[in-house]
């Protein structure tokens, strides 16, 4: 099964230059992972940890100044694979929306104030659907009808909705072209509980039926246990874990995987929650060697000196981590 | 897993009443009579400043003008008679004063301003309604022209940043926006009528024509008005270009942008339909907002140009001591600038739906 | 504060170049206390002499020398722009500041009023109080009647601020600490709104002088104490341009328009270093 993405040695940097002072952020940092087809694949990580920053890098919706200074970004829906980055417009214009769309975080504001629904449809859509007017119409309502979606929603303003309904709304809109890979930005982040597991389940639903592949981004552990084949822990711009979901929940072997799976609460469980000590690196000046080691109950001296690769410790399971790898895995 | 959907989405949707359908929508007279309740705030306060102003000083400015008017010479006992008492009634010194004050908006009320001093006896209310139109249509003509291409070429600059022409055009605007109105129109004369003498500078068509809907008279009409209609323009702007200019750059980093841009909608569509198309509402407040303004660098045009509407008239009657022509057209202009203000308020909602809602 | 300004002066051109024009124009306007002449005085050197010499820009049909005229003029026109600057920012600070804090009927009802000023067409008013005070109108007057009516724009911008202030957490604190909304206003919120208030100031000075020039090339104001407005308007009376005296009216006009362009781009300039987005957009950062 070949991999639907695949990003190589990613390297993405924030460069500044004021009062001749350059910074450069190191927002995304030598990141390496692939998804396959029909596979929903989670990254996790807290705020400020690059994963926003990771996934415009992989949609190609980054803006100076923030730039990719390595690696490669590579897609295959099905006709061979394609560089990202060395597309020409036109060609990364066709495959856009109809092979890879986009559901952006915080639905409030992601559709056009002064336009009915109806426009946001003709304009996404409509350019990537062949067919008469009629046949296009009938799609777009048969699609809302299969989310439970009216279709008098096409005639509203995106301020007559509901927060839940537009981030409905916007699911059918980047769904409606049957794409072969979504991202999804935090989509459920700004939803209450209830709404978001409605929310969750219309993503399950349709990832199956259309047997896309999907990139989940979020920071809620749970929804990732809920929803997710395969997770990626990203920490400091680096992927420091990556597995089958079950198996990363099951045995983590990051010290950060381990402490952000602790965080959940479990009902019965009366114990008190430790913070980890220290604050997410900064960027633009991060530790040597590996990023989590001044906050990390683990460290070894090596962890100070040596950035530690990737290395897959059972199958399908990755972590960087000197004192994981030397650990004997439990089977 | 699917088969307890159905189950666990009901309560979610239950809880949603409008799922599918609108809500909103029927605001939209309380908006109205909020606009509404403004123009008469406006127009009460206006008309109150301009009563207090004619008695501002323990000078009776009746008797001013009586004097001044009888030093032209040469009229009748009864004209001066009547114009006292004219005078008296609208805003005079006679009876108690809570009496006056009703007379006055009585007056107003009807735009009954007596007869002019200047011109007697014709009725104030007909000079300045030979008068208003002239001011109106130069107004609406290089009100449209200024705003529509200041907020077109300001929306381009904002959006193709490294474009050198519309740089250039910016900063063109910039130099002429802080210059006064009075100013702008004077160097025009100067330039036009005594430099290059290629457009008359005064009166609203050639004197020796008849009015008529001829190609003739209207070309008369289009060349004794270009040079106020471009005074004005270049004066207004400088100040919607910096302004649509500056909306527009923000604009373009909004979500609604980015997202239209991930799902490669073309860039000239994002351009019109989702960047203009937003950047274009605040400016239609701005508009409401600068219709004072504008009125004010309008009738100070005219007054440079000749150009026979209001402030042409308004400048006349000072001079001429005429006080009802004055308090008529400070009234009327009152008025006038309020109603333009409402019009505009009344419309906005056709460009931003939000409003709608209340 | 003086790091700020170097800062500004090295990156901003137009922060630049406002401040050398307004440096110009002031230091003609302080020239004006060692004027040989009275200001008021006519006829005290031959009329319609061109520039030269002796005389830098020649005199006008008065008999004036039109150098320390002009020095006479912008200092008057600069000391009217301030009064009605000082003022109206009094009354702009009341109203926008209590407006913001109040909220709900308070800022309604205040917002009311508000935008009636904002509506009014302020010429014919100015005019009509001309016209009914006459010989009795000085320029001090003037500058008060239009300092009540030109604060109304800038309230608003003020309490876009003091909204914004008001939702911050330390206004809850100064609230529990059983401060008085005068004293939470003035105290805790006033210091948020000096950037502010600085940038308004030029706009607003352009403004006063701008209609004050106006009024007086018409004619409707008191015509004997020297200003720019004034100069123009004798020019016209003595039809300088058709008797090709036109270094009467040049040279106001440049004074003014360099006047009128500092002060506007030192006011876009304080503008732009305000808004932390388009700073940012300077530096190169951002969008």
Redesign the interface.
């Known amino acids: 099964m070949s991999a639907v993405l695949s990003a190589q040695g990613l390297r993405a940097y924030y460069r500044?230059?004021?009062?001749g002072v350059t910074r450069e952020v190191r927002a995304v940092d030598d990141v390496t992972l692939a998804v396959g087809q029909n596979e929903i694949y989670g990254i996790a990580g807290e705020s400020s940890s690059g994963k926003s920053s990771l996934i415009k890098t992989l949609?190609r919706?980054i803006?100076p100044?923030l730039e990719v200074v390595g690696g490669s970004v590579t897609y295959d829906f099905g006709d061979g694979p394609q560089d990202l980055y060395a597309m020409a417009p036109d060609r990364?214009?066709?495959?856009?929306?109809r092979n890879l769309?986009?559901i952006?975080q915080?639905s409030?504001?992601?559709?056009?104030?002064?336009?009915r629904i109806r426009?946001a449809f003709a304009?996404?859509a409509r350019?990537h659907m062949e067919g008469s007017r009629a046949e296009y119409e009938e799609r777009v309502e048969a699609h809302l009808a299969h989310l439970?979606?009216?279709?008098?929603?096409l005639?509203?303003?995106p301020?007559?909705?509901?927060g839940?309904?537009r981030q409905r709304v916007t699911i059918a809109l980047a769904t409606v072209c049957r794409p072969r890979f979504i991202i999804a930005d935090e989509p459920t982040t700004a939803l209450d509980v209830?709404?978001q597991?409605?929310v969750l389940?219309m993503l399950r639903?349709i990832q199956q039926e259309m047997a896309s592949s999907m990139l989940f981004v979020t920071h809620d552990m749970a929804v990732h246990a809920h929803l997710t084949d395969r997770l990626g822990i990203i920490y400091a711009g680096r992927l420091v874990e990556e597995g089958a979901t079950r198996d990363v929940f099951r045995t983590p072997l990051h010290p950060y995987t381990s402490h952000l799976i602790a965080s959940l609460p479990r009902i019965g469980d009366v114990a008190p929650k430790q913070g980890l000590p220290g604050r997410p690196p900064n960027l633009a000046d991060p530790p040597p060697g590996c990023r989590f080691h001044p906050r990390c109950p683990l460290a070894i001296p090596v962890c100070r000196e040596q950035s530690p690769p990737l290395e897959a410790l059972a199958p399908g399971h990755r972590v960087a981590c000197p004192v994981a790898s030397r650990m004997p895995q439990a089977a | 897993m699917?088969a307890s959907?159905p189950t666990?989405?009901a309560?979610?949707?239950a809880?949603?009443p409008?799922?599918?359908?609108?809500?909103?929508?029927g605001s939209y007279g309380a908006y109205l009579g909020k606009r509404l309740l403004q123009f008469v705030a406006v127009v009460f306060i206006g008309i109150n400043i301009t009563y207090a102003i004619t008695h501002a000083t323990p000078i009776d400015p009746v008797e001013q003008t009586i004097s001044a008017a009888t030093s032209f010479g040469s009229t009748s006992p009864e004209a001066i008679a009547t114009m006292r008492e004219a005078l008296r009634a609208l805003y005079g010194t006679g009876g108690n004063p809570v009496g006056q004050y009703f007379a006055f908006w009585r007056r107003v009320a009807v735009g009954d301003f007596g007869p002019s001093l200047s011109a007697f006896p014709t009725p104030v209310s007909v000079l300045i309604g030979r008068a208003l139109p002239w001011t109106a249509g130069l107004l609406l003509v290089s009100t449209s022209l200024s705003w529509a291409l200041g907020n077109l070429l300001g929306g381009l600059a904002g959006y193709y940043r490294r474009s050198v022409s519309l740089k250039a055009a910016g900063i063109l605007a910039m130099a002429v926006h802080p210059i006064p109105y009075y100013i702008t129109a004077f160097v025009l004369l100067i330039l036009f009528g005594y430099v290059w003498p290629v457009l008359p500078i005064s009166d609203a068509y050639d004197p020796g024509m008849v009015p008529a809907f001829t190609p003739a008279f209207l070309l008369s009409l289009a060349q004794h008005a270009a040079l106020p209609v471009l005074s004005l323009v270049l004066a207004g702007l400088g100040g919607w270009f910096m302004g649509m200019r500056s909306l527009v750059s923000n604009i373009v980093s909004?979500?609604?942008t980015?997202?239209?841009?991930?799902?490669?909608?073309?860039p000239r569509?994002i351009l019109w339909?989702?960047v203009m198309?937003?950047a274009v509402?605040p400016q239609v407040t701005g508009l409401a907002m600068s219709l004072g303004a504008i009125f004010n660098g309008a009738i100070i045009t005219e007054q440079v140009f000749g150009y026979p509407g209001v402030g042409s008239l308004l400048v006349a009657a000072v001079h001429s001591g005429d006080y009802s022509l004055v308090i008529g057209v400070t009234t009327v202009s009152i008025v006038a600038v309020s109603a333009a203000v409402l019009l505009v308020d009344v419309l906005y909602p056709l460009?931003?739906?939000?409003v709608r809602?209340g | 504060m003086l790091r700020i300004v170097r800062?500004l002066l090295r990156t901003n051109w137009e922060f630049a170049a406002g401040t050398l024009l307004l440096l110009g124009v002031l230091v003609l306007a302080l020239l004006s206390f060692l004027s040989p002449y009275s200001p008021i005085d006519v006829y005290v050197v031959p009329p319609d002499m061109p520039p030269s010499g002796e005389y830098l820009l020649g005199t006008t049909s008065r008999g004036q020398d039109l150098f320390w005229q002009l020095t006479a003029a912008l200092r008057n026109t600069l000391l009217f722009g301030i009064v009605v600057a000082a003022v109206s920012r009094v009354i702009a600070l009341l109203v926008g500041l209590f407006a913001g804090y109040l909220g709900g009927g308070g800022d309604r009802l205040l917002m009311l009023f508000n935008d009636t000023f904002i509506v009014l067409p302020i010429f014919p008013i100015l005019v009509l109080f001309y016209f009914v005070m006459r010989d009795q109108m000085s320029t001090f007057m003037l500058a008060l009647v239009m300092a009540c009516l030109g604060w109304a724009y800038d309230a608003r911008l003020i309490r876009a601020v003091a909204m914004s202030v008001k939702a911050r957490e330390f206004t809850t604190h100064s609230v529990f600490a059983g401060m008085t909304p005068t004293e939470i206003v003035l105290r805790e919120h006033l210091p948020y709104v000096v950037p502010l208030l600085f940038s308004t100031t030029m706009n607003n000075i352009n403004w006063s002088i701008g209609l004050e020039v106006t009024l007086a090339v018409l004619g409707f104001t008191d015509v004997n104490t020297p200003s720019i407005g004034g100069l123009i308007y004798w020019a016209n009376q003595h039809t300088a341009l058709v008797s090709g005296i036109w270094w009467w009216l040049a040279f106001p006009v440049v004074a003014l328009v360099a006047l009128f362009v500092g002060l506007f781009l030192l006011a876009i300039s304080m503008n732009e270093y305000i808004d932390p987005r388009s700073r940012l957009a300077r530096?190169?950062?951002?969008?």
Do not use: C
Request: proline fraction near 6%.
């Open positions: 500044v230059q004021a009062f949609a919706a803006r100044p990364l214009a066709a495959i856009r929306w769309s986009y952006m915080g409030m504001s992601v559709l056009n104030p002064v336009r426009r304009d996404f350019p439970q979606l009216s279709p008098s929603v005639d509203a303003f301020h007559e909705l509901s839940g309904m209830i709404v597991k409605d389940a639903r | 699917s959907l666990e989405q309560p979610a949707l809880a949603e409008e799922a599918g359908a609108r809500r909103g929508g909004e979500d609604y980015l997202y239209a841009e991930l799902a490669g909608v073309k569509k339909s989702y198309r937003n509402a460009i931003d739906p939000r809602a | 800062d530096l190169g950062g951002g969008t």
